[in-house]
């Protein structure tokens, strides 16, 4: 036996900095194809990215996702110095599990992948150490790595050699590629610093590096502390001694270096001793209600938490448990910390209590009975802080479960002593025990939950049966548990580390949530464990008709990384799938579940470009309709109200919110710029959809008698358009400033409650808007009814009909787009790509629809350009030093209102003509003008002729337009 010591030293390497989405670096070397392959590189890895994380990826012309590392930052340690990196390899399209662990900070870790085809071994070393390893899927003919692929340092190749995702940030240097599996003492020698650690010749090494970097990608100076050069014992100048182990009695010892380490086996951590002592002491001084009932059955903290196991008696553990029950079924809702794990000491107490023959099968069965009552209140305990403060002691409450399996084996000799079946039960845990003797028509066992018609059941299969028969096995027994909810656990990610089912980009992975029920199988023949073959089928806990849901076959592995153990699907696979139901088949007993991961669909990147296209087009033209309307109220004088000025400050916010958002793709590359436009589209869009609300109570004003001033109305409206906005807004800011934006775009972060802070208010606008358009709607239904009963024929329905319908439909053509309830549409986009189209044509032209109807066809802005056009007409005509006498006039007997006017047939009289006064014409003047607006042209006389009617109509306009100077 070799040890070896290590002496640290520096070296300086030229490293390369990936600090933005784009970055990579190309090696550009030659690959054949490779039997086994071997990956090292040295990594600083940036704790501000937490987004998945690709270190290299080879793909293939054949085959993009060929050979993978990946990286994501466990988010679920909540010091900042315990986050850790968790490695993943993806190996011709598998992806393992993120299990290796990187630590976090400012030093440089020498990580090593190596992978061989002929048995499919993999591994994952970090500074010299495994950190992951395992076989790939079984293969009748190991696939090698196709050639000529192409090398990418720092982002995943979604196509080969493009499409970049899931980039690095941070630093890399030191990369080397072999074209062999390195064993664990050459990846030790790596991460000294030596480079000659094999006879094989590198594909690829760093000292002669040739790559192609993105421009984006800095060089930097990387200086490594190696180990230092290794030294053998010779060299070494202190030996100590080192036990080996007992001999007759007596301790053996040995020498060895000083600076070797070697494993310290106790039964229990430091950790876990330090926090028994932490409880023990907190519930003698402080007793917790919990406790200060079992104190008045005369328990003390000492014997909840006394370790006596095989000196117990039945009788007193059987009595605690009984105490224990009691106060549980009075206390469960008021459970502390403290409380749940004095609960699980007690338990792992009871659990590991062997059976003894003066016992009977009902002393067992009360013994399970409150055994899984208390269990029972444990899993039902759903606050995840509780569970964390105390982890040192219990590994969360898949230990309940383990403990429940546990103390099924010890009691089964008690509890088939006469018979063949026992059941027990509590409100969420049903318990059964089975016991058969096997002969060649064995059956099969099947076993299901705890309500009538519960379709989650368990079974092993006649076949398997028989094959213990021929095994010459006597006797069968099936303990199966059924768990209906498992709170804490469903809530809780950091154990759920499975890869997410490769996609083809067509719907984006979001995570992966405990689905259904807990179901589990423990097989005993003749009274010893086995492990064989299980069919289960569970029922989906999680409907969710707007995400894709995909169903994974798994069961709890204690013996993981993880504390007390992660899912792993390791030997299993889902049969069929069913509506809302999965079955599964597993080649093993041991707890199972369905874990469900959840995927967002995505469109297709030809609908995804003419959405954005339609998008930007709709949003230009938008925004001119906006410009032009707000133009138009302004410059052609419409006269004030309540109303257009409540339309003004609702164009004005979409007009602000349509030119962010043209703006906001150019924000993105600028975290500071990007965080502010998403800021003023928040503010900006949340008060167009509250001038939205302001149009809606307008509009209800005048519909129901509202005994309210104009004045003090829109004082109202101004704080409910604009200061209800920015309350929100600085609220959100304030409370959540760490997770407002979203990483990849300028916009509310969509992962987090943020966006609720937007979705909130929309929907209440939306739902608001819609009661005043339903009621606007009904009162001109019935004003149009009415109005059609006194003008038509009774006889005549179908002009009824046209006109009702009429009637309904133009009020909500008029108030859709001031009311916002086009965004309805938004509520059903994941339906089809189809509404999508329409809800982006309909808010995209919200500003051309309010231009059209609130500009262009609105009679008051109609009646002022009308005004304009008039006035400058009059204007052309007339001249303010000429007097209007000049025109001549023809009298008529009938026509004595305009007497002094000259005639057309005596020219000559103009001279002594009278002209018209002020006070007798503006009365006509100002009919005429209300005759013509009503498209009702009407004279008190007829001239004599064409000409002369033309003369008398200028010399109308002319005096009605005369300026006053004149």
């Not at 190991?142 to 995702?165: E, K, P, V, W």
């Not at 430091?270 to 059955?297: A, D, G, I, T, V």
């Not at 086995?530 to 069919?535: L, Q, R, Y």
Request: hydrophobic share 40%; with cysteine; aromatic share 10%.
């Amino acid at each position: 036996m070799v040890f070896l010591s290590f002496s640290r030293e520096k070296t300086e390497f030229p490293g390369l900095s990936f600090k933005s989405k784009d970055g990579y670096a190309r090696v550009n070397a030659t690959f054949p194809s490779l039997s086994a392959v071997s990956v090292c590189v040295r990594v600083q890895w940036d704790p501000r990215h937490e987004n998945v994380s690709t270190v290299f990826s080879y793909a293939a012309t054949v085959f993009i996702n060929e050979f993978q590392l990946r990286g994501k930052i466990d988010e679920s340690k909540r010091k900042q110095a315990d986050r850790k990196v968790r490695l993943a390899l993806l190996i011709q399209g598998q992806h393992h599990a993120y299990k290796a662990e990187l630590p976090i900070d400012e030093d440089w870790h020498h990580v090593c992948v190596t992978w061989h085809s002929s048995n499919g071994f993999w591994a994952i070393y970090v500074d010299g150490k495994k950190g992951d390893s395992g076989h790939g899927e079984a293969r009748e003919k190991a696939n090698n790595l196709y050639g000529d692929g192409i090398f990418i340092l720092g982002q995943d190749q979604d196509t080969f050699g493009g499409t970049f995702t899931e980039p690095f940030v941070g630093n890399l240097t030191d990369l080397n590629i072999w074209d062999e599996a390195l064993e664990l003492k050459e990846v030790q020698a790596l991460n000294t610093c030596s480079q000659q650690v094999t006879n094989h010749k590198a594909i690829f090494r760093w000292q002669a590096r040739s790559l192609t970097v993105h421009h984006s990608v800095q060089n930097v100076s990387a200086t490594i502390n190696c180990p230092g050069s290794l030294k053998t014992p010779q060299r070494q100048e202190e030996e100590c001694e080192v036990f080996d182990g007992w001999s007759a009695g007596q301790p053996q010892y040995s020498t060895s270096a000083c600076t070797h380490t070697f494993p310290f086996i106790c039964r229990s951590s430091k950790e876990h001793y330090l926090k028994m002592k932490e409880l023990r002491e907190s519930l003698r001084s402080s007793p917790s209600p919990f406790m200060q009932r079992l104190m008045q059955h005369g328990m003390t903290a000492d014997e909840v938490f006394s370790d006596t196991v095989g000196g117990q008696s039945w009788t007193s553990l059987s009595h605690l448990l009984n105490v224990f029950e009691q106060v549980v079924l009075k206390e469960q809702k008021q459970l502390e910390d403290r409380d749940m794990a004095s609960l699980m000491h007690v338990l792992s107490r009871a659990a590991d209590l062997p059976s003894t023959a003066n016992q009977s099968r009902r002393d067992a069965e009360r013994l399970g009975q409150s055994f899984i009552t208390i269990a029972d209140s444990l899993i039902s305990q759903d606050d995840s802080s509780k569970w964390h403060s105390i982890k040192e002691v219990v590994k969360g409450p898949m230990a309940v479960i383990q403990a429940v399996d546990r103390m099924l084996i010890n009691l089964n000799p008690l509890l088939t002593d006469d018979t063949d079946s026992v059941q027990i039960h509590s409100h969420n845990i049903k318990l059964q025990v089975q016991q058969n003797l096997l002969s060649e028509g064995s059956h099969i066992s099947v076993f299901c939950g705890l309500d009538v018609g519960n379709r989650d059941c368990i079974s092993v299969q006649a076949e398997n049966m028989k094959e213990l028969h021929n095994n010459d096995f006597r006797k069968v027994t099936v303990l199966n548990t059924w768990y209906s909810s498992v709170n804490c656990l469903s809530e809780r990610e950091e154990n759920i580390t499975l890869s997410p089912i490769v996609s083809d980009g067509s719907q984006r992975y979001l995570g992966t949530v405990l689905g259904s029920s807990v179901i589990s199988s423990t097989v005993l023949a003749d009274g010893q464990p086995i492990s064989m073959a299980i069919h289960f089928t569970l029922q989906h806990r999680i409907q969710n008709s707007s995400m894709k849901l995909i169903p994974v076959c798994a069961f709890w592995d204690f013996d993981l990384m993880f504390e007390g153990g992660g899912w792993s699907t390791k030997g299993c696979t889902v049969i069929s799938t069913q509506n809302n139901l999965t079955s599964c088949y597993c080649n093993h007993t041991t707890n199972f579940a369905l874990l469900l991961q959840i995927y967002e669909v995505q469109r297709s990147f030809e609908h995804e470009t003419g959405l954005q296209i339609l998008s930007l087009i709709g949003s230009g033209v938008s925004l001119c309709g906006l410009l032009f309307t707000l133009i138009l109220f302004v410059a052609v004088g419409v006269p004030k109200s309540d109303r257009i000025t409540v339309h003004k400050n609702l164009i004005v916010a979409l007009t602000v919110a349509q030119l962010l958002l043209i703006f906001s793709d150019w924000a993105v590359e600028n975290q500071e710029a990007c965080w502010l436009v998403t800021a003023l589209l928040h503010l900006f869009f949340l008060s167009s959809f509250c001038w939205m609300l302001v149009e809606g109570l307008l509009l209800w004003s005048k519909v129901v008698s509202v005994n309210i001033s104009e004045e003090r109305r829109m004082k109202l409206y101004y704080v409910l358009g604009w200061g209800l906005p920015v309350v929100i807004v600085t609220v959100t800011l304030a409370a959540t400033l760490d997770q407002y934006k979203a990483q990849q775009y300028c916009w509310l972060n969509l992962q987090s409650n943020v966006i609720w802070a937007f979705a909130g208010p929309v929907l209440f606008v939306l739902a608001v808007n819609a009661v005043v358009l339903f009621r606007v709607v009904m009162v001109t239904v019935a004003s149009a009814r009415r109005r059609a009963k006194m003008l038509t024929p009774s006889s005549d329905s179908k002009l009824h009909t046209l006109d009702l319908t009429w009637a309904a439909t133009r009020p909500v053509l008029i108030l859709l787009p001031v009311l916002g309830l086009t965004w309805l549409c938004g509520v059903l986009v994941h339906l089809s790509d189809v509404v999508a189209y329409l809800f982006i044509t309909l808010n995209a032209f919200q500003g051309l629809y309010i231009f059209l109807v609130y500009a262009v066809y609105n009679s008051e802005v109609r009646n002022a350009i009308r005004r304009i056009q008039d006035k400058r007409k009059a204007l052309s005509f007339t001249n303010c030093s000429q007097p209007i006498s000049f025109l001549p006039s023809q009298k008529s007997p009938s026509a004595s209102w305009v007497h002094s006017l000259p005639t057309l047939s005596s020219p000559e009289s103009s001279e002594s003509s009278t002209p018209m006064s002020a006070s007798t014409a503006n009365p006509l003047i100002f009919k005429n003008e209300r005759f013509k607006e009503d498209n009702i042209v009407s004279f008190p006389m007829k001239p004599a002729n064409r000409s002369q009617q033309a003369v008398l109509f200028q010399v109308v306009q002319l005096t009605a337009f005369k300026p006053s100077g004149c």
